[in-house]
């Protein structure tokens, strides 16, 4: 089945209109004959919204209750069950009521559409997760009712819901968005035109974010590289260099020029480790600046620096880049263009802008030359093609200096193109270039000329020579640029896990952190992703975080993957790794792993703590009670006492009253042992008990009277390990609630039975009168089951299917017996 579309009425404020465009909508399609139902709609009391919901057919809400109140909720199962073609459900940020399936209303709609249904609902800008801070900074207010902004980036139409400030002030004036006892107070505060100005920029800049999301999806589907000058992207290119703080002013300056423009900087970190790492400090500073000027710091690696500057550019729509004239002297230039002309040479539709600076064309500086960008074939085949050049050239420029330098002076020049050649491609295009610079030297050097034959001794000992040495060279100096490109790599490497070490170490979030990756590999988009721990064959991926356009949503759409276990992967699109690349990309997994997992327990660490001080609290507060209501209830019992005879009626009720004292007297000392057993106040006497001593405590406690308990014991018990006194508790508790609910004539039983180490004690009172669940759920049961807990034993309840409630304590047994139980039947005992 087909997923539903998903589409967001976006408001910047309540009372824009959302709502009414929503039912407005709904009731245009249902004229075009489409199935439109009401999930859920909020009128909020107004009459106009209410009257435009007319018509339309409406799912009946389900009714929970919380906190002793009842709250409508959407009937998720009877909107599945009507399955509709389209669904109206209103405020997508809500949060579902304490016992719902779903915590947030918007996890009920995902829901809906996985059922194949069309959505329709309503979001203010304020409820985006994003923007939390920037809200609450704005109106004073904080938003507990948040949406992450994933979900509504994910919708696949989304509508601006806009109303000018003013226009909304009047209408709250007039009563048709709040009730006239809210207006002034709405007015004075989160209503001011202020607020509702800044709430409005906030609602449209983010919406043009996602058109231009939209834009650059529709160009990536269409392989659109080019540029399109939809909005000004000023991009400068930073070195770490002291120029840098020049280009970013510069940079800075075209941008204000440009409304609407925006400033990026962008510092790529040479993948081959050959530039000298630039000054941490110098970088923190420069960023410092450009995010004061409203900019944005990326970072990015690349062994060809005009290439990643150029990727990335393209992947985000850049269309003027600003650089600084190069240091480099004009001899070192004539050598090797410099990264603002390679850029210039590729750049196609963007603009370049090179900027003079104070360091420009310092003097000459003679590189040697790099390793060839790539590896493998690449460095390969461009040594090769750079040897083929070179000799050539070399050969003619000897041949015409060849009375003044002869054979040796060739020699050693030709052993010069031998040494870079091993630099940049390796041994064995070294060894290659050798033999060929051997077969030049024989033959335009050596008596007779043009021609490979050696006729002098000295001459074949000089080739012998130079083919020996240029082997020994090319090997050490093709080993010697391998390790300096690998140990100069590996700095690269650790200069990126460190930076992102650092964030996490900041408290970073994890889009952020994501970012980074993607920045540095220049990824379209990155995704952490989780799957539920299930057996299924095709499991179901969540995105726990994201960035980027069109985030992967399961591992198989990436390009590049990056498995953190069992059930967490990282999947990014974009474009291959190389296997160095793919490594440094598993580390930077591992470490966002790492902060994925600390983030989790730090969060239930918080949620504990926050129950452990509510649980402190709720500890307090009852001890406080029950002492401060100990005393009026000694007050009334003695008073009941003292109280003179009474006729026969007067005497019955007089009894009842009695025993409702002293009922509320032992529930407040349940409450106090309740308490003191959560506070670790509780002291235990563990010890091995017999049962039959403990059974006469408790019937003792219980009293004797009309009501019976019927005993049914073997004649050996084992003794239990327990504290006498906690047991017998449980056991006149026990007695007490069996006693409380057992029909009239059908006494509660108990019974015993030892099993391996353990001895069960089950006491059933017939026919259950009231709902096991609350039975088991009452203030003697639970504090009866952690009373057992808290002595190494269990509680346990369970129905028969004649309806009959019955309670098993099982607790550990000791080596010792107890003495026969003689007596089957004990005295009756009253009920309590």
Not at 11 to 37: F, I, N, S, W
Not at 260 to 285: C, F, N, R, Y
Not at 495 to 524: K, Y
Not at 783 to 791: F, I, K, P, W, Y
Request: charge should be negative.
């Amino acid at each position: 089945m087909a997923r539903g579309r998903l589409r967001i009425h976006l408001g910047a404020a309540p009372g824009v209109g959302k709502t009414y465009v929503m039912l407005q909508e709904g009731q245009r399609l249902r004229t075009q004959g489409a199935d439109v139902v009401i999930g859920l709609v909020e009128a909020h009391g107004r009459r106009l919204t209410a009257a435009l919901a007319e018509g339309l057919e409406t799912v009946p809400r389900h009714t929970l209750v919380h906190r002793g109140a009842s709250f409508p909720e959407m009937d998720l199962d009877a909107v599945l069950v009507r399955h509709p073609q389209i669904a109206l459900v209103d405020e997508l940020a809500h949060t579902n009521i304490p016992g719902s399936r779903n915590t947030k209303r918007w996890q009920d709609v995902n829901e809906l559409l996985d059922a194949g249904i069309d959505v329709v609902t309503t979001l203010n800008i304020q409820h985006l997760e994003s923007l939390n801070d920037v809200v609450r900074q704005i109106t004073g207010v904080t938003q507990h009712e948040t949406l992450p902004d994933e979900v509504a980036r994910r919708a696949d139409q989304i509508e601006l819901v806009d109303l000018l400030p003013e226009t909304l002030r009047r209408r709250l004036v007039h009563g048709d968005v709040y009730p006239q006892d809210r207006v002034e107070g709405a007015l004075t505060h989160y209503f001011r035109l202020g607020n509702l100005t800044a709430l409005r920029e906030l609602a449209l800049l983010w919406l043009a974010d996602r058109v231009e999301e939209g834009l650059q999806r529709y160009r990536a589907e269409h392989g659109i590289t080019a540029p399109w000058e939809t909005r000004e992207r000023i991009m400068v290119g930073l070195t770490g260099g002291p120029e840098g703080e020049t280009l970013i002013r510069r940079a800075a300056r075209i941008t204000a020029r440009t409304p609407g423009s925006e400033l990026l900087a962008l510092h790529v970190i040479p993948g081959d480790g050959l530039a000298p790492p630039a000054s941490p400090a110098v970088m923190t500073g420069q960023r410092a600046l450009v995010e004061s000027l409203g900019g944005s710091y990326h970072q990015t690696i690349g062994e060809d620096i005009p290439k990643a500057l150029l990727r990335f550019a393209e992947d985000e729509n850049v269309t003027q880049i600003v650089l600084g004239a190069s240091r480099r002297g004009r001899f070192s230039l004539f050598l090797r263009a410099g990264v603002g002309q390679r850029t210039i040479h590729r750049s196609g539709p963007i603009d370049v802008h090179i900027v003079t600076h104070e360091q420009a064309a310092k003097g000459p500086t003679l590189r040697l030359p790099q390793p060839a960008r790539g590896t493998g074939q690449a460095r390969l085949w461009s040594a090769v093609a750079g040897a083929a050049v070179l000799l050539p050239l070399l050969t003619l420029l000897l041949i015409a200096l060849r009375d003044q330098v002869g054979l040796p002076g060739a020699l050693v020049i030709y052993m010069l193109a031998v040494v870079m050649t091993a630099l940049v491609g390796g041994t064995l295009p070294a060894l290659v270039t050798a033999a060929a610079a051997g077969l030049l030297a024989d033959y335009y050097f050596t008596q007779p000329l043009r021609s490979l034959a050696v006729v002098q001794t000295i001459d074949v000992v000089a080739l012998a020579v130079f083919l020996a040495v240029a082997w020994l060279v090319g090997t050490l100096a093709g080993a010697a640029a391998r390790r300096t490109g690998q140990a100069r790599r590996a700095t690269s490497e650790a200069r990126i896990l460190s930076r992102l070490a650092a964030a996490m170490m900041r408290g970073q979030d994890l889009p952020t952190l994501l970012e980074q990756v993607r920045e540095n590999f220049s990824l379209t988009s990155v995704s952490l992703l989780e799957h539920e721990p299930d057996h299924a064959p095709e499991p179901r991926w969540y995105i726990i975080a994201s960035t980027g356009e069109r985030p992967p949503e399961h591992p198989h759409e990436g390009d590049v993957e990056a498995p953190l276990g069992d059930r967490l992967t990282l999947a990014a699109r974009g474009h291959r790794l190389s296997d160095d690349d793919q490594r440094i990309l598993a580390a930077c997994a591992a470490q966002i792993g790492i902060a994925h997992t600390h983030g989790e327990l730090t969060r239930h660490a918080a949620e504990t703590d926050t129950l452990v001080a509510a649980e402190r609290t709720r500890a307090s507060l009852l001890l406080t009670a029950s002492h401060d209501l100990r005393a009026p209830l000694r007050t009334v019992e003695d008073a009941l006492t003292d109280l003179p005879p009474m006729p026969p009626n007067g005497s019955r009720r007089l009894a009842t009253a009695r025993m409702a004292v002293r009922r509320a007297t032992q529930l407040l000392a349940d409450l106090d042992d309740f308490s003191r057993l959560h506070a670790g106040a509780l002291d235990l006497y563990l010890r091995p008990v017999a049962l039959d001593d403990a059974l006469t405590a408790a019937l003792d406690d219980l009293g004797t009277g009309g009501r019976a308990i019927t005993l049914r014991l073997p004649e050996e018990l084992p003794y239990v390990i327990a504290d006498a006194a906690l047991l017998t508790r449980i056991l006149t508790a026990l007695g007490a609630d069996a006693l409380r609910h057992s029909p009239v004539g059908e006494p509660p039983t108990l019974t015993a039975e030892a099993q391996s180490d353990r001895l069960h004690v089950r006491i059933s009172d017939g026919t259950a009168l009231g709902p096991p669940g609350a039975r088991a759920d009452s203030l003697p049961l639970r504090l009866s089951r952690d009373l057992a807990e808290a002595m190494s034993g269990t509680l346990d309840h369970s129905t028969a299917d004649g309806g009959a409630f019955s309670v098993t304590l099982t607790l550990p047994t000791s080596a010792h017996r107890s003495a026969t139980v003689t007596e089957a039947r004990p005295p009756t005992v009253p009920e309590r």
